[in-house]
């Protein structure tokens, strides 16, 4: 296979990566001769960051490794379709693949509207709802209930009833959000947490 590194200035060609089950473009990278190299013989895709000005393995810090089935060049041989299985998310943003933004931001705006409708019932009369009786009871009240839901996510997790292992899971993070507005907290406090304990 001949690949023309000479064609752009930095001696980089864009890199492609396809999921090779599901035919799934998951993200874009740029090689060298060596990061080719050292995806051929680890069977990891490596890139060569530049940003980092060195050779990078995909998920040599997160554990979230592709890894190598197969590689094409293009008509031109100036860029290349790697063909890759992923172990866990692609993008840093947690999505599987770095063109999920836009459902991920609907997601993300989902939840926020769910916050404000929390916030909002907190000061409501105990008897108007769900969540303000809970408010009502007291965070160890909240807490308790955070508790039983995560043991019954748990039991659910064992069975294969995926149904029912989503539907405990949403009630589960529901009542997170609950007891994060009983602690004076949103979660994108939590968010902030995990941002600054992750190493790109």
Request: hydrophobic share 40%; glycine share 6%; with cysteine.
């Amino acid at each position: 296979m001949n690949i023309n590194f000479t064609k752009y200035a930095d001696g980089l060609v864009p890199a492609i990566v396809q999921d090779a089950n599901t035919k799934t473009v998951l993200m874009l990278g740029f090689m060298n001769q060596a990061a080719v190299e050292a995806t051929l013989d680890s069977k990891k895709v490596t890139f060569f960051s530049r940003s980092k000005n060195r050779l990078w393995t995909k998920g040599e810090e997160s554990g979230h490794f592709l890894q190598y089935i197969g590689m094409s060049v293009d008509c031109d041989q100036d860029s290349l379709l790697i063909q890759a299985n992923p172990v866990g998310p692609v993008c840093h943003t947690g999505a599987d693949t770095c063109w999920g933004s836009e459902n991920l931001k609907d997601n993300t705006v989902f939840l926020n509207q769910l916050e404000k409708v929390i916030a909002q019932r907190k000061t409501a009369s105990p008897e108007s709802s769900y969540v303000a009786s809970l408010f009502a009871k007291g965070v160890n009240k909240i807490a308790q209930k955070v508790g039983e839901e995560a043991v019954e996510m748990v039991i659910e997790s064992k069975d294969n009833n995926d149904k029912l292992f989503l539907d405990e899971s949403a009630d589960l993070l529901f009542h997170y959000l609950i007891l994060l507005q009983a602690k004076g907290f949103e979660l994108e406090d939590v968010v902030k947490v995990l941002a600054q304990r992750h190493k790109p």
